[in-house]
């Protein structure tokens, strides 16, 4: 019952979009050449933006994709973290993919036609079709519970945080402290009187249907495309979300056969990212200025220089506020000690300790073109993985040390 019913919400909801909506999807191919590292730099200029900003009042969109377990939550907390002028939401795009799983198999052929559609209005500071695909549906535009609302600073500010009706959870929805119902219509009008707009995702999964996003004169926006080691990102989802657990038992000894089924899911995870990269890097005409490629790991290795890239690409103005929250929250001394900042990067390199040497051999094999892609070093030996002066990097940015 409840399934039909979601669905057919779905499906409307598709249907509407498709007959008001009929953009044509692109489907873009390459040629199988791609940039090097050398070109994996951030184009500082901000050159194409001189109508664009004028149209959007100098407004500056920023869409962060990522992976799963690829850091992107900290890496979108250096954006949430400018409060007052900034707009930030966190995975919205969870409700969609939601509503779009059915038996257990997200539809993508389904969330790659509303994506964009949902996302550009979001950028917008419009939650109304993002409503459509909220479980149950909110009414008059009230939500008891905004997923994750706490992480985006914007949606607990002073204005629409309403006293709270009773606390009926341990943990206050907003930080260090409890904010009623969330209602959307407060939160689009805060939005709007935010210089800057910044949204995380780790759903989409093909890249190519954000161009309408690119070419929207409404909006200006930036593409920043987070990346990680993949061998980094298996091991750590299977440490937090009990994924792989096939490959993990037999990493570990048991007598249990290689199931093709996480081999696949391995295979898709690093095709994707690498995919989306490639497209990027290629630099068509609607990404031009508009797309840039970081590793984690260089984020972790050079916090401040790496977030002044970040920003100077993004065209958001990098504030004194801003470089002392990042190098508070990164500096060696809360390394290790149970500070508030959990999520900082000590733990960048722990999957080179806790990864079995033969999943790693089975993900290089897997992953070789991605992992080599970004410009990591296969390992080729339990020692080498082991061994935490062994960089896994192509090392591009020796010269720099800590800011
Ligand atoms: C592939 O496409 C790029 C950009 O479109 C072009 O510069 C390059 O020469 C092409 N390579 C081959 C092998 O066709
Ligand atoms: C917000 O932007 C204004 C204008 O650009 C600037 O003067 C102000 O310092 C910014 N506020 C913060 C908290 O960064
Ligand atoms: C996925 O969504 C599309 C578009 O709404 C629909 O045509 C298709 O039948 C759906 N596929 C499945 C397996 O539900
Ligand atoms: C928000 O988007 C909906 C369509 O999803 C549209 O009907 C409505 O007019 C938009 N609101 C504003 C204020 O633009
Ligand atoms: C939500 O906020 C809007 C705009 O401030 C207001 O008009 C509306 O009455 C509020 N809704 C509720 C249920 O309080
Ligand atoms: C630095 O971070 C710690 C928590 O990680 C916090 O308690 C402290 O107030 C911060 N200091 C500044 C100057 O922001």
């Not at 194409?48 to 149209?55: F, H, L, Q």
């Not at 036609?113 to 939650?127: A, G, Q, S």
């Not at 990098?318 to 999520?343: A, C, D, H, V």
Request: hydrophobic fraction near 35%; proline fraction near 5%; glycine fraction near 4%.
């Amino acid at each position: 019952m409840k399934f039909k019913y979601k669905r057919a919400i779905a499906f409307l909801v598709i249907l509407f979009l498709i007959k008001s909506n009929p953009q044509s999807h692109v489907y873009l191919t390459h040629n199988g050449s791609f940039p090097s590292l050398s070109k994996m730099k951030a184009h500082p200029e901000n050159d194409d933006g001189e109508d664009r900003a004028v149209m959007t009042n100098g407004k500056k969109h920023l869409l962060i994709l990522a992976a799963t377990r690829t850091g992107s939550s900290f890496v979108g907390e250096f954006f949430n973290q400018q409060r007052d002028n900034m707009s930030y939401l966190y995975e919205p795009l969870w409700y969609v993919e939601r509503m779009l799983t059915v038996d257990g198999r997200i539809n993508v052929t389904a969330t790659d036609m509303v994506y964009p559609d949902v996302l550009r209005e979001l950028f917008l500071c419009n939650f109304s079709l993002l409503e459509n695909f909220i479980q149950p549906r909110p009414v008059d535009h009230i939500m008891k519970r905004f997923f994750r609302r706490h992480v985006s600073s914007s949606l607990c500010e002073e204005s629409v945080c309403s006293p709270p009706i009773r606390r009926d959870s341990k943990t206050p929805n907003c930080g260090t402290r409890d904010c009623g119902p969330l209602n959307l219509t407060m939160a689009s009008e805060l939005c709007l009187q935010k210089k800057h707009r910044v949204i995380k995702v780790v759903r989409v999964y093909h890249f190519h249907i954000l161009q309408p996003l690119a070419e929207d004169p409404s909006l200006d926006i930036k593409f920043l495309q987070l990346v990680r080691d993949p061998r980094a990102i298996i091991a750590s989802r299977m440490e937090a979300f009990g994924r792989y657990e096939n490959l993990k038992k037999w990493g570990n000894g048991e007598d249990v056969p290689l199931d093709e089924n996480d081999l696949k899911k391995v295979k898709t995870t690093c095709e994707t990212v690498r995919r989306s990269a490639e497209l990027g890097l290629s630099q068509p005409p609607w990404l031009h200025r508009r797309y840039m490629l970081v590793r984690y790991e260089d984020i972790a290795r050079f916090p401040m220089k790496k977030a002044a890239e970040m920003y100077q690409f993004s065209g958001i103005p990098f504030t004194p506020e801003m470089k002392s929250w990042i190098l508070n929250s990164t500096s060696k001394e809360t390394w290790g000690s149970y500070s508030t900042q959990k999520r900082s990067f000590e733990h960048v390199d722990k999957w080179r300790f806790t990864l079995p040497f033969k999943v790693v051999q089975v993900i290089q094999r897997i992953c070789l073109p991605t992992i080599k892609f970004f410009g990591y070093k296969i390992v080729t030996s339990e020692e080498m993985l082991r061994n935490k002066f062994v960089s896994l990097i192509v090392d591009k940015d020796s010269s720099i040390s800590w800011t």
